[in-house]
């Protein structure tokens, strides 16, 4: 294990805290500790920490991640955890990626860890994953209101992005990786011709089309810079450097390193066996095994975008994590703010996209809302992230007749599942998908395997927040604005929670609203032991 830290002598500050963000990857475990200054706000890296586990060596039969892959992981988080409470860190947050998404028992991984090490894990998708290291890049570089193109090539995947100072413009996740890759295309040392080219046109053709995507959104004349980050990346400009300068920059940030010369380095390595290619200046043992499958992404990207030079930045996805904590705990004003409303504005944006009716989305979301407040600590416990994924889900709860009226609440899982909702980790997706799917027909049940699959605190909050939506819904059964407030005042003594119904016009007896009320409260009533009387006041 690599271990880079400096120890800090600091006084407990209201103002100041630490964080430990570890990112879980596919070849390596990395953790960065931060101390947060709160009042500017900014955080200066304490100490750093790598382990090459590859837990992306997966059972070629099931694809699952192996004992040993696991077993080497979890040691590597337990020395994470001990240098992080040694330093007597604050929080301590954790990702995984790739290797992990795609393993058929990655979840079971994510339970082991949180029962053997304590350490909760966010599964986050391949947007999500683009989406933070953007997040991290923007806080290590100043990008001058120029667009830049990011790559992150990681053992399992490659993560470009098209970005300015304000959003990203175009986020991506190709499933093409330094561990993947070497797996799956080389078997010969020093690689053969024909593996090498067979390699190489598959790169080109994974690559093809976000790259496309990319360059279409680029505007007219516009020329981006080209930055880079991670291991792969940063291997490579660390050899270039020795060998061009004799030395290594410390630190690497800002070094550019031109396609012919990654060209160049890349012929080199083909010509090289293992043995030779650990012999070089720069190049670590695990590192020699998987180079030349990342150099060739790296070489093929930058020819296929027709760029020249690649620039280092050595923030990438844990200080993306970092920032984007920063972000939703409302520590962060100023040119990243836009972010902290990814969530919202990516609901939107799948809403926009599935022809979703908005003004009764919003009715609807707003009731859930008001609910879920005025029944805080007499029926459930649920805090603001849960209040988010309930207004999530109302907002998308009938995306679904995008495909079909029939079965709507069915499809809209399917859509919501499948979307690319920024700023949400996986376990969130899911739960979001899931309340929605419940805002009508059958309660959740353990047969429904998507449900079922879900952790126990998540299948909670899926029955109780999903009952709380089909009031909601109820709320507004014409789609017109019939009722314009609810009122509600729970009476302990007889179990009855009244609901006070204010109309949005006088002469409207909301005979629907209640109809459908009275049907859609069953759920709900049987959840929470309960009788619910609506009552409509006069305005």
Same mark, same amino acid.
């Given at each position: 294990?690599?271990?880079?830290?400096?120890?800090?002598?600091?006084?407990?500050?209201?103002?100041?805290?630490?964080? %430990?963000?570890?990112?879980?990857?596919?070849?390596?475990?990395?953790?960065?500790?931060?101390?947060?200054?709160?009042?500017?706000?900014?955080?200066?890296?304490?100490?750093?920490?790598?382990?090459?586990?590859?837990?992306?060596?997966?059972?070629?039969?099931?694809?699952?991640?192996?004992?040993?892959?696991?077993?080497?992981?979890?040691?590597? *988080? @337990?020395?994470?955890?001990?240098?992080?409470?040694?330093?007597?860190?604050?929080?301590?947050? =954790?990702?995984?990626?790739?290797?992990?998404?795609?393993?058929?028992?990655?979840?079971?991984?994510?339970?082991?860890?949180?029962?053997?090490?304590? !350490?909760?894990? +966010?599964?986050?998708?391949?947007?999500?994953? =683009?989406?933070?290291?953007?997040?991290?890049?923007?806080?290590?570089?100043?990008?001058?209101?120029?667009?830049?193109? !990011?790559?992150?090539?990681?053992?399992?995947?490659?993560?470009?992005?098209?970005?300015?100072?304000?959003?990203?413009?175009?986020?991506?996740?190709?499933?093409?990786?330094?561990?993947?890759?070497?797996?799956?295309?080389?078997?010969?040392?020093?690689?053969?011709?024909?593996?090498?080219?067979?390699?190489?046109?598959?790169?080109?053709?994974?690559?093809?089309?976000?790259?496309?995507?990319?360059?279409?959104?680029?505007? #007219?004349?516009?020329?981006?810079?080209?930055?880079?980050?991670?291991?792969?990346?940063?291997?490579?400009?660390?050899?270039?450097?020795?060998?061009?300068? +004799?030395?290594?920059?410390?630190? *690497?940030?800002?070094?550019?390193?031109?396609?012919?010369? &990654?060209?160049?380095?890349?012929?080199?390595?083909?010509?090289?066996?293992?043995?030779?290619?650990?012999?070089?200046?720069?190049?670590?043992?695990?590192? %020699?095994?998987? !180079?030349?499958?990342?150099?060739?992404?790296?070489?093929?990207?930058?020819?296929?975008?027709?760029?020249?030079?690649?620039?280092?930045?050595?923030?990438?996805?844990?200080?993306?994590?970092?920032?984007?904590?920063?972000?939703?705990?409302?520590?962060?004003?100023?040119?990243?703010?836009?972010?902290?409303?990814?969530?919202?504005?990516?609901?939107?944006?799948?809403?926009?996209?599935?022809?979703?009716?908005?003004?009764?989305?919003?009715?609807? %979301?707003?009731?859930?809302?008001?609910?879920?407040?005025?029944?805080?600590?007499?029926?459930?416990?649920?805090?603001?992230?849960?209040?988010?994924?309930?207004?999530?889900?109302?907002?998308?709860?009938?995306?679904?007749?995008?495909?079909?009226?029939?079965?709507?609440?069915?499809?809209?899982?399917?859509?919501?599942?499948?979307?690319?909702?920024?700023?949400?980790?996986?376990?969130?997706?899911?739960?979001?998908?899931?309340?929605?799917?419940?805002?009508?027909?059958?309660?959740?049940?353990? @047969?429904?395997?998507?449900?079922?699959?879900?952790?126990?605190?998540?299948?909670?909050?899926?029955?109780?927040?999903?009952?709380? &939506?089909?009031?909601?819904?109820?709320? #507004?059964?014409?789609?017109?604005?019939?009722?314009?407030?609810?009122?509600?005042?729970? #009476?302990?003594?007889? $179990? $009855?929670?009244?609901?006070?119904?204010?109309?949005?016009?006088?002469? #409207?007896?909301? =005979?629907?609203?209640?109809?459908?009320?009275?049907?859609?409260? !069953?759920?709900?009533?049987?959840?929470?032991?309960? $009788?619910?009387?609506?009552?409509?006041?006069?305005?």
């Amino acid at each position: 294990m690599q271990t880079s830290e400096v120890r800090r002598e600091s006084a407990v500050s209201p103002n100041t805290c630490t964080l %430990a963000a570890i990112d879980i990857g596919t070849n390596s475990i990395h953790m960065v500790i931060v101390e947060i200054d709160k009042t500017l706000p900014a955080f200066t890296i304490v100490s750093r920490e790598k382990d090459t586990v590859r837990l992306g060596e997966r059972d070629m039969a099931t694809g699952n991640l192996t004992e040993e892959a696991i077993e080497r992981a979890i040691a590597s *988080l @337990k020395r994470c955890k001990d240098l992080a409470t040694s330093l007597n860190v604050d929080h301590i947050i =954790a990702a995984a990626t790739s290797a992990t998404r795609e393993a058929p028992n990655g979840l079971d991984f994510i339970w082991r860890v949180q029962a053997e090490v304590g !350490i909760t894990i +966010n599964l986050i998708s391949g947007y999500e994953e =683009a989406r933070r290291i953007y997040l991290g890049v923007l806080s290590g570089m100043d990008f001058q209101e120029q667009p830049h193109v !990011i790559i992150d090539i990681g053992g399992g995947s490659t993560e470009i992005i098209l970005a300015d100072a304000h959003e990203p413009r175009f986020l991506s996740s190709t499933k093409v990786g330094a561990v993947r890759l070497t797996a799956e295309f080389v078997t010969t040392d020093p690689i053969s011709e024909a593996e090498f080219l067979n390699l190489r046109d598959y790169v080109r053709g994974m690559l093809e089309r976000p790259i496309d995507q990319l360059r279409s959104q680029l505007n #007219d004349g516009e020329k981006p810079k080209l930055v880079g980050t991670s291991g792969t990346i940063e291997t490579l400009v660390t050899i270039h450097a020795a060998q061009t300068l +004799n030395e290594v920059p410390s630190p *690497l940030q800002g070094y550019h390193i031109s396609r012919q010369d &990654l060209e160049d380095l890349v012929k080199k390595f083909a010509f090289l066996s293992y043995e030779e290619r650990i012999n070089i200046s720069g190049m670590s043992e695990k590192r %020699a095994e998987i !180079i030349l499958p990342g150099a060739v992404i790296l070489l093929e990207a930058m020819t296929m975008l027709e760029l020249e030079n690649i620039t280092i930045c050595e923030r990438a996805l844990r200080e993306g994590m970092i920032v984007d904590w920063m972000l939703t705990h409302g520590l962060i004003e100023n040119r990243l703010s836009f972010q902290a409303e990814v969530r919202q504005r990516s609901v939107y944006k799948i809403a926009r996209k599935y022809q979703v009716d908005l003004p009764h989305g919003e009715r609807v %979301a707003n009731f859930a809302i008001s609910l879920f407040k005025q029944l805080s600590g007499i029926f459930h416990e649920w805090g603001k992230t849960e209040q988010e994924l309930l207004w999530s889900a109302a907002i998308l709860h009938n995306c679904g007749i995008y495909i079909s009226h029939s079965s709507h609440h069915k499809h809209s899982y399917y859509l919501i599942r499948n979307a690319e909702l920024l700023g949400f980790t996986e376990v969130e997706i899911e739960t979001i998908a899931n309340i929605a799917r419940y805002h009508r027909k059958s309660s959740p049940k353990k @047969k429904h395997e998507e449900y079922s699959k879900l952790p126990d605190n998540y299948r909670k909050q899926v029955k109780q927040l999903s009952a709380i &939506l089909r009031l909601a819904v109820a709320l #507004d059964r014409r789609q017109i604005g019939a009722i314009q407030d609810i009122d509600c005042k729970y #009476d302990p003594e007889y $179990k $009855k929670l009244h609901l006070h119904l204010v109309p949005t016009y006088s002469n #409207d007896d909301c =005979a629907l609203e209640l109809w459908n009320l009275d049907y859609k409260k !069953i759920v709900f009533e049987e959840l929470f032991n309960v $009788k619910i009387v609506a009552t409509l006041e006069s305005r």
